[in-house]
């Protein structure tokens, strides 16, 4: 059987910037799985520690809205 991608990773990976990541974490109707997490951190080269997932979710969150505050820095500089 083949195994189907998450559509949440889906739309993470489809998503155009750091920004657009974060506010797709923000949806409070995510099912969050270790799995998930891994898979998102790992597609932006992040590595979150073991935890509660939950904990692991706001790390994430975290992380990726740090992302995006840097991008949006950066961009303002160019």
Do not use: H, W
């Not at 559509?7 to 998930?36: G, H, I, M, W, Y």
């Not at 939950?54 to 994430?60: N, S, V």
């Amino acid at each position: 059987m083949e195994e189907q991608i998450n559509p949440v990773l889906l739309r993470f990976l489809e998503a155009d910037s750091a920004e657009e990541k974060s506010e797709l974490l923000k949806n409070q109707d995510l099912e969050v799985t270790d799995r998930l997490i891994d898979d998102l951190a790992a597609s932006m080269d992040l590595v979150i520690p073991d935890g509660s997932t939950e904990e692991r979710f706001q790390k994430l969150k975290n992380a990726v809205s740090t992302r995006a505050k840097y991008e949006l820095e950066r961009s303002r500089k160019c």
